[in-house]
């Protein structure tokens, strides 16, 4: 670990604190408390933990909201079994987390039924378009992730009336939009358009320490006492006060100083407008073109995902730019390169950034070519797999581990995802298609 920061390479990537110390409280070791008298208990908060929680949920414009020290796989899981029973049936995303997969493994969730959002002209996961839900079953529980990884988000105020016309539940997995209500230059949350439970992970997008995120319920429909017995199963019982003690003095920074929003806005505004010349280069801001298709009803402005038009792949070009020009980024696969901003960035963050787009783009200017053919990264598949089992029955079942030729064919015990971002190409139970990207040299699978 100090052998890489010791190289002092610039993160485009989460945790969203970018180890800026401004948001770390001084003497961060003396946080590291326990459950003595006076620092209340997170599964059953009654003193600090808690009044932290109300003043989360007042901000938020919650009902309730509950510190997750396991990220948003914590409440993910936690609400998918606090939700899901045999009579009511699941509608999943294609492009949900892993921990969706894991939640319907280990809830009461029959069979679910997934819904596969739309593809951009380039390839990339766009949004789930509202009428894909008009036919949902009496009393469905809905999840969709909305921002997207790329920061796609999705029209939640027309799915949540199509949801809640159906007496059902919507789950909105807003891990990557936390920041959202801090700034009206990000889109509107999720908790704001009529989502009943929304989860967000505060460590990728807000200056937060890795784990920290919360889960928010606004909503009649939701059992809380259910939700709770759920999320003290997914915790801890000694969760780190570290974490939490951060979350509090960062939280409470951000509260009453404005201006600290006003100013990563402006940066950031600047910044894209110096990366967007109007031309066509070897490296180009992409997103925006795909609002109001594909989905998209908006995107978040703090994600900056970059096309890579020349036939280098985006692996190759992130490696160049950690090397010569120390800038890490959060993802690179395809044609794309994905570089994640937060409050806690610095102008010397991104003018780094800004320099050496520039200058490595006009270095590859000679190889700048016509990428016609979609050049997405196929993190979802076309068609989904045939589901031989749900992924709670996979458990039922003996497994083996074989080598990646010999998986098509056979039943995945396990989701097959690329990470990042974490989606499944192929879900538990369901029989692994031929053509598959090779993404790992071994599978677990149904013996
Ligand atoms: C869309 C999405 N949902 C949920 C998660 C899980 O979040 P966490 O890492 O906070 O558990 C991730 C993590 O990458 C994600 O990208």
Same mark, same amino acid.
Do not use: P, W
């Given at each position: 670990m100090q052998v890489y920061l010791k190289k002092g390479i610039y993160p485009f990537h989460m945790p969203g604190h970018k180890r800026n110390p401004m948001f770390l409280p001084q003497g961060l070791a003396n946080l590291d408390l326990t459950e003595i008298p006076g620092m209340d208990v997170l599964s059953n908060p009654t003193g600090i933990i808690q009044d932290l929680q109300e003043a989360i949920a007042d901000y938020y414009g919650a009902d309730a909201s509950f510190l997750l020290v396991n990220g948003s796989s914590a409440g993910i899981i936690a609400s998918i079994c606090a939700v899901c029973n045999k009579t009511r049936k699941l509608y999943a995303p294609r492009n949900g987390h892993i921990s969706m997969y894991k939640g319907m493994m280990l809830s009461d969730v029959s069979l679910p039924t997934y819904i596969l959002p739309e593809i951009t002209a380039d390839g990339l996961v766009g949004g789930i378009k509202p009428?894909? @839900?008009?036919?949902? #079953?009496?009393? /469905? %529980?809905? +999840?969709?992730?909305?921002p997207t990884y790329e920061g796609f988000v999705s029209d939640i105020k027309e799915i949540a009336?199509?949801?809640?016309?159906?007496?059902?539940i919507l789950i909105v997995d807003e891990a990557h939009g936390a920041h959202f209500c801090f700034h009206d230059a990000f889109p509107v949350s999720a908790l704001e358009l009529g989502a009943d439970i929304v989860v967000q992970s505060f460590h990728k997008t807000l200056p937060a320490l890795g784990q920290m995120a919360v889960l928010h319920v606004k909503s009649n429909r939701v059992d809380k006492t259910m939700l709770k017995m759920f999320l003290q199963t997914m915790q801890t019982t000694s969760p780190s006060y570290m974490l939490m003690g951060q979350l509090d003095y960062m939280l409470k920074m951000l509260w009453n100083r404005p201006e600290i929003?006003?100013?990563?806005?402006?940066?950031?505004?600047?910044?894209?407008?110096? @990366?967007?010349?109007? #031309?066509?280069? /070897? %490296?180009? +801001?992409?997103?925006?073109?795909?609002?109001?298709?594909?989905?998209?009803?908006?995107?978040?402005?703090?994600?900056l995902l970059f096309r890579i038009n020349t036939n280098k792949d985006a692996k190759e070009i992130a490696k160049i730019l950690s090397e010569q020009y120390l800038i890490e980024f959060e993802m690179s696969i395809g044609k794309y390169v994905l570089a994640m901003t937060s409050v806690a960035d610095t102008d010397e963050g991104f003018w780094r950034l800004w320099g050496a787009i520039g200058s490595y783009s006009i270095k590859l200017e000679s190889d700048l070519?016509?990428?016609?053919?979609?050049?997405?990264?196929?993190?979802i598949p076309n068609v989904i797999p045939k589901m031989a089992m749900t992924p709670r029955q996979t458990l039922n079942h003996k497994t083996e581990t074989i080598s990646w030729e010999k998986a098509p064919g056979r039943i995945a015990a396990e989701t097959i995802a690329m990470y990042p971002p974490g989606i499944a190409l192929v879900a538990p139970g369901e029989i692994i298609p031929e053509g598959l990207p090779e993404i790992a040299q071994y599978v677990q699978v149904i013996k």
């Open positions: 009428d894909t @839900l008009d036919n949902i #079953d009496e009393g /469905a %529980i809905v +999840l969709v992730v909305s009336k199509i949801v809640h016309k159906k007496n059902g929003f006003e100013k990563y806005i402006e940066r950031l505004k600047r910044l894209r407008m110096a @990366l967007t010349s109007g #031309d066509k280069t /070897a %490296i180009n +801001l992409t997103g925006t073109e795909n609002v109001g298709k594909h989905g998209i009803f908006d995107i978040d402005i703090g994600k070519c016509d990428l016609k053919q979609e050049t997405g990264y196929h993190t």
